[in-house]
């Protein structure tokens, strides 16, 4: 007798069943994405603070990052900046040297979800690859400052990882670390005045 297959599907607090294998738009909620992003911690939990790091707080940072560098850019790529990390609602966040000892499921499991993500909010499938090394630029900016703020990394030991930001990309910028329900609300709130700008 065949083995009966692993469940692949997670049911979200909206009710839908995400099937992690075969991700369709329609199994997409914002609210799910928002929710699960807020209480993801990114650097591993290892960040200074009385509350974890998420990966909707860096999302919000991204963007915000992403239109500093590119102020000219259409809001649906400052949409697809905001949502570069959504996959995360329900696979996590893996350091970069997990990442490489997973090996290429992680990244086939990732870019699936992506796929139904930008299909269900109105963006291609796959960016074009000048947008997505714009948002990879936003990101490396971002994980500088994570690094340097919150992470204890002198700037030097952060800038040998991730570059060194351009001073006024940066000036003014500074993460603050709150609670998850304030963190989802801004996320939402963000994703909300791009999806009317669209």
Known sequence: MPAKPARAWQRMLSGRRLDLLDPTPVDIEIEDIAHGLA???RWNGQTRGDFAYSVAEHSLLVEDIFSRMYPK?????????L???????????????VKAAVGAGYGEL????????HLRFGLPAALPKTVKAQIKRADKVSAWMEAVQIAGFQEKEAS????TPKPEIVDGLEIVLRPPVETRMAFLGRHAELMIQL
């Open 110 to 117: 990732d870019q699936r979800l992506t796929t139904a993500i």
């Open 160 to 163: 040998r990882f991730f570059g």
């Open 39 to 41: 209480f993801v911690a």
């Open 73 to 81: 850019a259409p809001v649906k790529w400052r949409l697809a900046a």
């Open 83 to 97: 949502l570069h990390d959504a996959p995360e609602y329900v696979i996590g966040d893996m350091i970069s040297p």
